[in-house]
């Protein structure tokens, strides 16, 4: 069991529970204006239930989320973002190749708009080596979710 407290899992679960009538709701609006009113709220919406999901480890239905989010994404740090939450939630189910593949996607994308001295670019080498079981000298690598 992932909480010492049965109340802990209880509190998950319900805002989970919430979070999805919400997320249904707003999905409802963005499919009925044909993708063309994609309410603010949104990607906080979605990185919170992904964060949950996580917390409790339903790391499936966090991927099917961060496949959902990265058809409104139109900003490339964004979608590094993405790319990096996809690696580390693929390390935390322990698909090494698919975590690996997604920390080199948002790497590409991080050259590419030149963003190579973040704490995002970092965590992505950092998870390659990791699970290559090469750490690097620096190691600054934190089990961190970019929201």
């Excluded at 966090?62 to 964004?78: N, W």
């Excluded at 939450?85 to 590419?112: D, H, P």
Aim: glycine fraction near 6%; charged fraction near 25%.
């Amino acid at each position: 069991m992932l909480f010492k407290y049965k109340e802990s899992a209880i509190a998950y679960q319900e805002a989970i529970r919430i979070l999805e009538m919400v997320q249904l709701i707003t999905e409802a609006v963005i499919v009925f204006s044909n993708g063309n009113n994609i309410p603010t709220h949104y990607g906080g919406l979605i990185s919170e239930l992904e964060r949950l999901y996580i917390g409790v480890g339903r790391y499936t239905e966090a991927l099917v989320l961060t496949d959902k989010v990265l058809k409104y994404i139109t900003v490339e740090e964004g979608r590094a973002c993405v790319y990096n939450n996809k690696a580390y939630i693929y390390r935390l189910m322990g698909n090494k190749e698919a975590a690996i593949k997604s920390a080199k996607r948002a790497i590409s994308i991080l050259k590419k708009i030149e963003l190579q001295d973040g704490a995002m670019y970092s965590n992505c080498l950092e998870i390659i080596a990791d699970i290559k079981g090469t750490p690097r000298k620096n190691n600054l690598f934190e089990e961190t979710y970019y929201f």
